[in-house]
Every structure is written in C-alpha cells, then in structure tokens.
T-cell receptor, first 110, second 115 residues
Framework: GQSLEQPSEVTAVEGAIVQINCTYQTSGFYGLSWYQQHDGGAPTFLSYNGLDGLEETGRFSSFLSRSDSYGYLLLQELQMKDSASYFCAVYGGATNKLIFGTGTLLAVQP | KAGVTQTPRYLIKTRGQQVTLSCSPISGHRSVSWYQQTPGQGLQFLFEYFSETQRNKGNFPGRFSGRQFSNSRSEMNVSTLELGDSALYLC??????????????FGPGTRLTVT
C-alpha cells in the first residue's frame, strides 16, 4: 500500500524559516507534490519533485530524496498569510493514484 | 480560463437520505478525481473518472458512486447517508490521468452535513 507521514502541526514566527517533512511508503513512485490549503479553501498546487534535489519557487522550496523516501517543503521569510495546512502527495505508483498525507497545520505568529 | 466549480457549496441532509454532488472541471481537462476531507484524515481518495470511465477507486463502501459525462462534468452520489459522511467533498481536475499529472486543480468543495 501507500502511506505518507507528516507532522500534524508546526508553529513559527513571522520572518522565520520552517521546514515541513514528509516520509512516504509506496510501491512504485514517480514524484512528490505539495499543496497548500487555507481554512475553508481549496487545495492549491505549490511544487513538484520528480527527481532528487531541491526545487525553488520564490519563498518556497521543496526537496526530495528518493533513496530515503523523504521530502520536505521549506518556507522562508514567513508571512502571516502562510498560515494554512500543507499536504504532501505521492504521485504515481502501482495504483496510479495521487495519495495525500494527512496534512501539517502551519501557524505563523507575529 | 474558469476554474473547477462544484455545486452545491453547502448541503444539509438527514441520515438515510441520498445526495448528488456535481463538479465541472476546467475546460479541456478530461480527468476528474473526488476526495473526502475530514478533520484529521486529510484528503481521502474516492475515485477518478477519465473520458467517462472510472479509472481508479479508493477504499470507500459501495454507497459512494460516481459518473462522468461526455463534457467531462462529473457527479458523485452517496446513498443511505450516515453521520460519518459529513465532510468536505473536493473534486480536482487535470488534463491527463491524476497519476500522470503532477498537478491537480481543485474546486472549492461541497460541505456536506448529515444530521
């Protein structure tokens, strides 16, 4: 089967850097995606890693290590608007489904 | 380009009733996936439709069903509603199958409350 683990909650202060980890177990693997969801809103795509290494998109970066079945989302220069839930999702695999983790609730404090 | 739309946005039903939710994907997208989201459970995959065919199914009972029309619009139906079916139901669309697309576009969801 497929499973993903991420911390349930993370708290950080404005301007700081925070890292949200995701470990996965999957039979077959194509890549790892990250989504952001504000309270009451729809999940929106943030980034995708198909290969090992770091992908940078503005203040957000995402990292993947296929050998360690591990990835993380790095948020820099945190802003209050970054307070949201962040989901990692495993893309592909034997079931060809997109499976989401249970999400990490990020609280940014002033 | 218009985003993914879902109707209705909010719904209150009674145990034992049935409900139909609708999802219109982004124009040109052929895949529609449905997810159930409850607090602490994340997004649980229900099923995926592509070109009017169910391509994947999650671990939900047969009370949950869906279909897709020739214009790619999709509906999901839940029969004999239970209190535990109260959740946010999200649909997401992509041009290719979800497993072949690294990005899905989500609708705002339908908040279903079963009393």
């Amino acid at each position: 089967g497929q499973s993903l683990e991420q911390p349930s909650e993370v708290t950080a202060v404005e301007g700081a850097i925070v890292q949200i980890n995701c470990t996965y177990q999957t039979s077959g693997f194509y890549g790892l995606s990250w989504y952001q969801q504000h309270d009451g809103g729809a999940p929106t795509f943030l980034s995708y890693n198909g290969l090992d290494g770091l992908e940078e998109t503005g203040r957000f970066s995402s990292f993947l290590s296929r050998s360690d079945s591990y990835g993380y989302l790095l948020l820099q220069e945190l802003q209050m608007k970054d307070s949201a839930s962040y989901f990692c999702a495993v893309y592909g695999g034997a079931t060809n489904k997109l499976i989401f983790g249970t999400g990490t609730l990020l609280a940014v404090q002033p | 380009k218009a985003g993914v739309t879902q109707t209705p946005r909010y719904l209150i039903k009674t145990r034992g009733q049935q409900v139909t939710l609708s999802c219109s994907p982004i124009s040109g997208h052929r895949s529609v996936s449905w997810y159930q989201q409850t607090p602490g459970q994340g997004l649980q995959f229900l099923f995926e439709y592509f070109s009017e065919t169910q391509r994947n199914k999650g671990n939900f009972p047969g009370r949950f069903s869906g279909r897709q029309f020739s214009n790619s619009r999709s509906e999901m139906n839940v029969s004999t509603l239970e209190l535990g079916d109260s959740a946010l139901y999200l649909c997401a669309s992509s041009f290719q199958l979800a497993g072949d697309s690294y990005e899905q576009y989500f609708g705002p969801g339908t908040r279903l409350t079963v009393t």
